[in-house]
């Protein structure tokens, strides 16, 4: 049978510009390729800026993403500088980052995943009734019923008696590959409302400690959050009651609206959990510390897992990291080594070579993208919630443990589930719950602190430039929403000589290396993966939106040019 091949550019409900390229034969893919297409250049802004600004500029690499570049330069220039912050300001850092999470991983599920598995068209078979019996089956949710379900159904009903779907148009409605009964599309799309509107609550958080969202402020040496419970124009005794109901309301959303429905529409796809793994190897920062310099103080604990093997966790050395450019759009000096440069020596030289076919990639055309192709010691690896909860499962995390069997016990699979688009997904789900349920605790350290006159959240320690070495460099690291973040950071005479970035969608969205070894996005859609329709490629949206691309953090600059809004193409 002769390859078909299919070309989906851009790739939707992602940030920035991802253009995803298979060849598939007897309704499976053989080979992929991804691209990032805009090219990528904040690092090269912020050379020769004051360290102490540098978080205002990196946060703008992506406003989906707020909060997280601004934390990891933080955090770079103050392990640069050898700044300690205050107990309070790293528990403000811990409620603002991990609101963070759990409204992205809401709004991913939601508004950029959930119509992969959702067939929103089907929702208007549904019987209401039946649909709220099911719900309230799996959860206490107070909207579970009958009425708020029909009211949902007459609501897109309306949308479509229009001839239009408005939000819900232009998508693959009626493919084979949706499994989902009518009532259960019905949950998934009122669910998908509900949670449209509840984000405005949860940012809220962000407004109290950081002034506004996107883009919070922050500050070297701590958090531009003053506490004063007496006082009008400070965290007060009335701001920490409206960030406790906040707390309390998200949490909510997640146990009993996130967490039941993912399982719910898990146990359709079971066949899911043996599609779309990839990459075996697995990399985590750590993220949630007490003490940032204490890595054993973090939640979620650096480590590596290698070969899917769950037995074992390895340190991680930062040291490792190395970025490759073999099919890049950039150049590097000609000594640099063949497996590429540590960041600290890191070159952003961009030389674009122009629009090449990937599949004639082994023909020697072999520069296809903007995104850089990070290793460690040589291998490719998977960064993100999956990361997460496979490097804690092996590390002994006994919370990640528990809900990783509350998962499994439910589905009725093994660990080896997890490593798979369905696996990907859920565990997203499975750290999304643990954080609500800490930051209840961050909170309540937060407000005995306050209680015993600890209120400072900032230090002045090295605040002057005067007092800084004349040469210093830090690495910024960061375990966000989409996996591994680290900033790299060098300062000569108080302003940043080099500056890059290794964001998570550039260890998921890498291309090939010096070895051929694809990245984590190519590999999974090589990995038993289906392709049902070409010229409807819904699997491929299912396991790339697993990974909830940033396209914008790899790249950080659009493409002003003006390119076609959507296509695929078949061959």
């Known amino acids: 049978m002769a390859v078909t091949k299919v070309v989906v550019d851009p790739v939707t409900r992602i940030e920035g510009h991802l253009r995803i390229e298979v060849a598939a034969e007897n309704g499976r893919i053989q080979n992929a390729w991804a691209t990032a297409s805009a090219f990528r250049g904040i690092e090269l802004v912020l050379q020769g800026r004051d360290p102490r600004d540098g978080w205002a500029f990196a946060q703008r690499i992506c406003g989906v993403c707020t909060t997280v570049h601004a934390i990891a330069s933080i955090r770079a220039v103050e392990d640069a500088l050898d700044i300690t912050i205050p107990p309070c300001a790293n528990l403000i850092r811990n409620l603002v980052t991990g609101m963070q999470f759990v409204h992205d991983h809401v709004m991913h599920f939601y508004h950029l995943h959930a119509l992969d598995w959702v067939d929103v068209v089907s929702a208007l078979k549904a019987d209401p009734e039946a649909a709220g019996k099911i719900a309230a089956s799996i959860s206490p949710w107070p909207s579970n019923s009958g009425q708020y379900f029909k009211a949902v159904q007459e609501r897109l009903a309306k949308f479509a008696g229009s001839g239009q779907l408005g939000i819900f148009a232009n998508g693959y409605w009626g493919h084979p590959a949706y499994k989902l009964p009518p009532e259960v599309n019905l949950i998934g799309v009122a669910h998908y409302l509900e949670t449209l509107d509840w ?11 950081g002034g506004k969202n996107p883009h919070p402020n922050f500050l070297v040496g701590g958090m531009a959050s003053a506490i004063n419970v007496d006082a009008r124009a400070t965290i007060n005794g009335a701001r920490i009651a409206e960030l406790k109901d906040i707390i309390a309301r998200a949490r909510a959303i997640v146990e009993q609206v996130y967490w039941p429905d993912l399982l719910a529409i898990a146990s359709f796809y079971p066949e899911w959990t043996k599609i779309g793994g990839g990459v075996p190897n697995y990399l985590c920062y750590g993220e949630f510390p007490v003490d940032i310099k204490d890595t054993d103080s973090y939640y979620f604990k650096p480590g590596v897992v290698l070969g899917n093997d769950i037995s074992k966790a390895y340190p991680f050395d930062e040291e490792l990291v190395r970025e490759q450019v073999t099919a890049s759009w950039y150049d590097y000096p000609a000594d640099a080594p063949a497996e590429g440069l540590h960041p600290y020596k890191g070159e952003t030289m961009p030389k674009y070579t122009g629009p090449q076919p990937p599949w004639e990639f082994l023909q020697g055309l072999d520069k296809y993208t903007w995104m850089k192709a990070p290793r460690y010691e040589g291998r490719p690896m998977q960064v993100g919630p999956l990361a997460r909860i496979v490097v804690g499962y092996a590390q002994g995390h006994k919370d990640i443990q528990a809900i990783a069997k509350q998962a499994m016990d439910t589905l009725k699979v093994g660990p080896s589930a997890l490593f798979s688009t369905a696996g990907r997904t859920l565990a997203r789900g499975m750290e999304t719950v643990l ?24 230090t002045r320690d090295k605040w002057d430039p005067s007092t800084w070495p ?28 080099r500056y890059q970035c290794v964001v998570p969608s550039t260890w998921n969205c890498s291309p090939r290396d010096d070895k051929g070894q694809t990245g ?4 999974a859609l090589m990995d038993n993966h289906p392709l049902a329709k070409a010229d409807q490629p819904l699997e491929i949206i299912r396991t790339i939106h697993s990974f909830d691309p940033c396209l914008a953090c790899g790249v950080h600059v659009l493409d002003m040019e003006g390119n076609p809004i959507s296509e695929v193409k078949v061959q």
């Open 470 to 497: 004349a040469k210093a460099q830090g690495f910024g690291r960061a375990d966000v929403p989409r996996g591994a973040l680290g900033h790299w950071v060098q300062i000569e005479n108080g302003k940043f000589t």
């Open 435 to 458: 954080i609500a349920r800490q930051m209840d605790k961050w909170m309540d350290q937060l407000i005995e602190r306050i209680a015993n006159g600890d209120v400072a959240t900032f």
């Open 199 to 209: 984000q405005r609550d949860a940012v809220r958080l962000h407004t109290v400690f």
């Open 520 to 523: 984590p996005y190519e590999a």
